[in-house]
């Protein structure tokens, strides 16, 4: 599987992830009190066990690595400790777990996530996993690994794209097309809301979905380099070009669901599996909310339309997700052993057998078993011209969540307040930037 991922700093999952892109890293030495929420499972040097501290709260990717884990041992005799806490929490608490006692391996994110953590001296470099590794990846995917001092630090499992979600038979019953412009879109949710449904489904309960309809809006309006450099702290949230972006997410703002800062993403999928919400932007791991197989099979999904043709549908957000080693694993040789099977195709092909939401980021992976919508999130990442992770990966963490994730509720809440919500933005921007 050829994906031609971007090897820059900055610029998913879980966010995620689970797999999204999901929820940020609180303010980076705010000092969480933390052992008794997100500590390390503190298995001692037994060097039959490893300890992993995982994110992977949601059922779906709990089951998924729980096989993985045991294949692992089955093949390595090893043991895996795996210390899962809340999706969410983790990543909150994630500075304060680092800088405590962690697991020997813990998941991540890659890019600049990965890169900020690698950079502190948080996460060790695996050199010598990738020297093992490295034929399974393609180029851009290996560059994505790598910590700012050209070293490699993560293990990626696999990767999904943002789009927006829908169910054919919706579609086919009311004879709405997949728009492709931004006209074609607002006058399907006008079409929607018409016809009783809520246009859009929105849950941002956890604050990191919002940022995912941002990155869209941005990078639709303004043009991927311009997306870069604001995530970046490089361009300025008082530029003209983000208050268009905010323009038109206000255009379409009353076309999603209402009383979205109390709903979770779950709760949101819920309203499009039960056909009361037209359309949902979110990633693939949507999915995981339809259990049953019909509607599984009624899912679909299209790019985010265009608003600016000179930038078309050219970018498309997709994280990636995987496995740092910890700054000092009690484990070394052992952790070592599992990041090597964690990038071999057999891992992935566990992993996709139990989570068929996403795609493998392995080039030596088998796809002959993707769904058809594997297939077409595979085509939709691989034939994009450029690929964001996703705001609180692309960006530091600390900004993304002290600052991006409220500011944006606020503006949810009340989109008319927007030039003082950016002034305010760029003000906290400017400090946060230039702390490091």
């Known amino acids: 599987m050829h994906l ?29 009190p933390l052992l008794s929420a997100c500590g390390g499972s503190g298995s001692a040097a037994d060097p ?20 993985i884990y045991a294949a692992f041992k089955k093949q390595s005799g090893v ?18 777990y680092l800088q405590g006692t962690p697991d020997d391996v813990f998941n991540w994110f890659a890019g600049y996530r990965m890169q900020f953590f690698a950079s ?9 996993v990738w020297e093992k590794i490295g034929g399974n990846f393609p180029d851009a995917m290996k560059a994505l690994s790598k910590g700012e001092d050209g070293k490699y630090y993560f293990v990626p499992l696999y990767t999904y794209p943002w789009a927006i979600f829908y169910r054919k038979s919706v579609f086919r019953q009311h004879g709405y097309e997949v728009p492709t412009t931004w006209e074609k879109f607002v006058a399907l949710c006008k079409q929607m809301k018409k016809d009783g449904l809520v246009p859009i489904a929105f ?29 970046a702290g490089k361009a300025a949230w008082t530029d ?14 009353p076309y999603h669901q209402e009383g979205a800062v109390g709903r979770t993403w779950q709760d ?57 080693l910890s700054k000092a694993p009690k484990n070394r040789a052992g952790a070592i052993k599992l990041l090597e099977y964690l990038g071999s195709p057999a891992a992935e092909q566990i992993y996709l057998t139990s989570d068929p939401n996403v795609v493998a980021a392995s080039t030596k992976a088998d796809t002959s078993s993707y769904s058809a919508l594997q297939k077409k999130a595979y085509e939709m990442i691989s034939g994009a011209k450029h690929l964001t992770q996703f705001m609180d990966r692309d960006s530091r963490p600390d900004f993304t969540a002290t600052v991006m ?22 003000r906290q921007k400017k400090t946060i930037f230039a702390s490091s």
């Open 4 to 32: 031609h991922l971007p090897g820059h700093s900055a610029p998913t999952p879980s966010r995620r992830t689970l797999l999204r892109g999901i929820g940020g890293a609180a303010a980076l030495g705010a000092g969480i």
């Open 48 to 67: 039959k066990t490893v300890s992993v501290g995982s994110n992977a709260s949601d059922a779906v990717p709990k089951k998924a690595f729980a096989e």
């Open 79 to 96: 043991t895996v400790d795996v210390n899962t806490k809340d999706h969410n929490t983790f990543q909150e608490q994630i500075n304060s």
């Open 120 to 128: 502190k001296k948080l996460a060790s470099p695996i050199d010598d």
């Open 203 to 231: 849950g941002d309960k956890d604050a990191w979905p919002a940022l995912g309809t941002f990155d869209q809006i941005n990078f639709r309006t303004n043009g991927y380099d311009f997306h870069v450099d604001l995530m």
């Open 240 to 253: 003209a070009k983000v208050r268009t972006a905010f323009d038109h997410w206000a255009e379409i703002l």
């Open 268 to 324: 949101a999928a819920q309203s499009l599996a039960a056909k009361k919400s037209g359309m949902y932007l979110l990633g693939t791991f949507v999915g995981q909310q339809f259990t049953n197989e019909a509607d599984r099979e009624d899912l679909d999904f299209f790019a985010f339309p265009e608003i600016d043709p000179a930038y078309g549908q050219d970018t498309v957000e997709a994280p990636t997700d995987g496995f740092l």
């Open 405 to 426: 994730q409220p500011a944006l509720q606020k503006f949810i809440r009340d989109p008319k307040g927007i030039d003082g919500l950016l002034s305010s933005i760029e």
